[in-house]
């Protein structure tokens, strides 16, 4: 029996560690360990609710905007705002841009690399390249000579050993399948993405001002005015044009590029349909609203739960019955680590017990992580695109169901074959799809309310705090692109009094709970072959598969119980 | 394998970056830097013949928001040159290796290249409970980064968090997080405030660095003089409707769709220093206040606890005198504004030149007007 710890999981945001036991080349158990907090629910107490949105959007700025955007619907429910259409619209249009952004990056640069082996394309055959990418895409950049210069460009590299952030890779492991042709078609393909999003992203700069960490949410609103006859406006129809030209290279990039390459990728490596299986829970908040943020059954992709791997049903969602353990994390409860809290009477008071750095092995019998393990009725819940497109396609949703049906279809799997490392990533491919199919439609809707004389972007009737009752509590739920996120705000004499986040990492990537029973990732590493234990790749495509994002999943709840020395002024 | 890796022209060739994307780069840096232009054959010339220094990247409690900075920057492609004028060997949200391999990059680097390399750190570092708050691998943020950045030749710290703690360290600060510059005093620490940095900054300085073979002038808080000498107020592309008394008085209303001044807001730019409006964002697509929100002058030091609320308005209002306060500005009180260019000139600071390029650091006094 081996223990292979892989600290840092890189390509991901954070600070991820996974120990795994290994028995027969297969790992026997799996323990998943965030190492790093910071404490930020702690710092926005005391604050204006108003601008909490800024501070906790900070909390992650690789899904920039998600924090903002689940701050201000909880503010806004606490005190019963409602935001203007065009509000919704733009909120909507940043946030479809940012999964669309995100999953593409995921893809090719988070991602990418444990399937593609850069080595590979070395060996590749130009010509045959050039086939094998117009037989799969109308894209344009697929001659003979565009991959003879790609390939050029990595012969240098390798040939100079100048790989800087390649040097450490798996190159060459037994678990890289692509043909060489493969290879080299997703090595230009990375690099054409890194530009695609780069690009892309100014969506964000002209809807928020910059990206990361937009700018222009407020609580009851948007910044962005807009008027079709003002020069100055924020948004004006040249500027809603330019936004509609960005957006129109996300569906060619998405349609000619994405799509293709993670079906040719997937169509070499189909065992991993059988393996990675979560938790065989899966939860969605839904997304999208297409009127009130209340009419739920109106949100464009679904809100709901599956259970037990069972699509035939889909089960409403009550956020009431959302709670977290600290039975195996560094927190202590004050009436002990045995019984769930939910967010709502949150408490959580950051303990370390774990061994005292410098260290090799984490004591995983005992408290082993900065996560907290949520559960949904003390069941443990899968949430991402996967759930998403899950409750979408057993809510009857016509557009993914063909979409999903198209995909099942070519690999002649059934969907069962979506519970797994590969149904992940064919599901965030799909996703990714969907959106960039409609953001240009959602522009346009802005763009027609804007002509009609509809100019209201912000409600501020509640802005000025004196119009507050003296104590207020709400939440705000968001499907971020890596799932289920919830944030519960408690109003108190116009300041924040109590702030709890629960985020999709710390779904997937939390630890056990006093059942004993594991975190969708230490369920998802159950089984996979391990090949080579010096050089766990196979771990790294499981982990990876949920897109792990560590800086938001660490938190502070609250600190009753605990006095915080005040260091600063 | 040498860690010290070839010249930037060999590198260019090889990453496939044309002359004309080269020279364009170069001004844009030359710019940048406010260097004026007869520099810029000195610039592309020492960097074409640059040695490409290693250049590790850490991460400890940060967002990541400088890393998709960096990735996200276009038109030029900085983050691409930047990439090519470095042998960028170690960072942990982009390197392919993991576990084991990643911090054998790291380790070969400290190793083998001592005192040559360059040390980037993002995020801030935990110092209470023995800093269990952050660790990698088994060791503390602070046991790397005193490692990793006393080796170094250079340290550039970016980002507000890195600098002097940012949001991780306000109120109450339940880590003791500080930034680089306090955790591991005895490094010499170039400052790229911002939350996050803009990475045509960060690329000014590498290129400066790689030209000049010492780090630009730099201001009190060790942060580049060029990048945040200057108000955001007297570069705001709204400067003028605040000079002629217009306001945005609610969100949404007239003024905002008209691009007024966003003061009453609560906008912190004339209280700000940084180049945020003329380097913008996303390819000099845009910045906040282009997007009608104020400034929350993410560049100043400890901004968050210091500039909070974000959205009251300043209290005092240079070049109204001190009893003027937000609420009685406005259509009527329109004079004196003009003092207020002369007030700040005290900040702005003429960089003297010797002989080879070699820049001599001088003294400024604190571009803010409170300070």
Known sequence: MARIVVDPVTRIEGHLRIEAQVEGGKISDAWSSGTMFRGIELIVRNRDPREVWLWTQRICAVCTMVHALASVRAVENALGIEVPNNARLVRN???????????????YHLHALDWVDITGALKADPAKTSQLAQSLSAWPKSSTAYFKGVQDRVKALVESRQLSLFTSGYWGHPAYRLP???????????????????????????????????????????????????????????????????????KTFVDQVLIPDVLAVAGFYQDWFALGEGPGNYLSYGAFPQGGIKDTARYFLPQGIILNNDISKVYPVDPGKVAEYVTRSWYEYAGGDQAAKPPSEGETNPKYSGPKPPYEFLDVDKKYSWLKAPRYEDRVMEVGPLSRMLVAYASGQPEVKAMVDGV??????????????LGRIAARALETQLLSNHIVG?????????????????????????????????????????????????????????????????????????KGQRGPYETALLKTPVADPERPLEILRTVHSFDPCLACAVHVVDARGRTYARREI | MPLLKGTLAEALKVRGVSRREFAKFC??????????????????????????????????QDCAGNTESMLRSSNPPVADVVLNLLSWEYHETIMAGAGKQAEAALKRVVQQDAGKYIAVVEGAIPTADGGVYCTIAGRTALDIATEVCTHAAACIAVGACAWDGGLVRSNPNPTGAVGLQEAVPGVKVVNLGGCPHNVANTAAVLVHYLTFHEMPALDQYNRPLFAYGRLIHDQCERR???????????????????????????????????NCPTVRWNGGTSWP??????????????????????????????????????????????????ALTAAHAVGSVIRAKKGNGDIQKEETKPASPQS
Not at chain 1, 93 to 107: E, G, M, N, R
Not at chain 1, 408 to 421: D, H, I, M, R
Not at chain 2, 253 to 264: A, F, I, Q, T
Not at chain 2, 302 to 321: C, E, I, N, Q, T
């Open chain 1, 93 to 107: 249009i940043i946030s479809a841009s940012q999964y669309i952004q995100d999953h593409v990056v995921h893809f």
């Open chain 1, 180 to 250: 060489p042709e493969a290879d080299l078609m997703a090595v230009a393909h990375y690099l054409e993405a890194l530009e695609f999003q780069r690009e892309f992203i100014r969506i964000h700069a002209v809807l928020g001002g910059k990206n990361p960490h937009l700018q222009s949410y407020l609580v009851g609103g948007m910044t962005t005015s807009l008027d079709p006859n003002e020069p100055q406006a924020p948004l004006n129809p040249e500027r809603l044009d330019f936004l509609v030209q960005v957006a129109q290279t996300a």
């Open chain 2, 27 to 60: 001004s844009t840096m030359v710019a940048t830097l406010a260097l004026p232009p007869q520099y810029l054959a000195a610039v592309a010339d020492a960097l074409q013949r640059a040695d490409r220094p290693v250049l590790v990247w850490l991460e400890f």
């Open chain 1, 442 to 514: 959602w522009i346009e809707e802005l763009r027609a309310n804007m002509n009609s004389g509809d100019l209201r972007i912000h409600n501020g009737e509640k802005w000025d705090p004196s119009t507050w009752p003296s104590s207020a509590r709400g939440y705000g739920l968001f499907e971020a692109p890596r799932g289920s996120l919830g944030h519960w705000a408690e109003i108190e004499n116009t300041l924040v009094k109590n702030y709890q986040i629960v985020v999709p990492t710390t779904w997937n990537a939390g630890p056990r709970d006093a």
């Open chain 2, 240 to 274: 003028a409707h605040y000079d002629a008394g217009q306001f945005v008085e609610e969100w949404g209303d007239e003024g905002s769709r008209k691009g007024w001044c966003l003061y009453k807001m609560g906008c912190k730019g004339p209280d700000a220093t940084y």
């Open chain 1, 408 to 421: 099942l279809a070519k690999f002649k799997a059934p969907p069962t074959a979506l519970f797994s490392t």
């Open chain 2, 289 to 338: 206040v282009k997007s009608g929100h104020g400034c929350i002058a993410c560049a100043s030091h400890r901004f968050w606890d210091a500039m909070s609320p974000f959205y009251k308005p300043l209290p005092k209002v240079p070049g109204f005198g001190v009893d003027v306060a937000a609420e009685e500005i406005g259509w009527g009180v329109v004079g004196g504004v003009a």
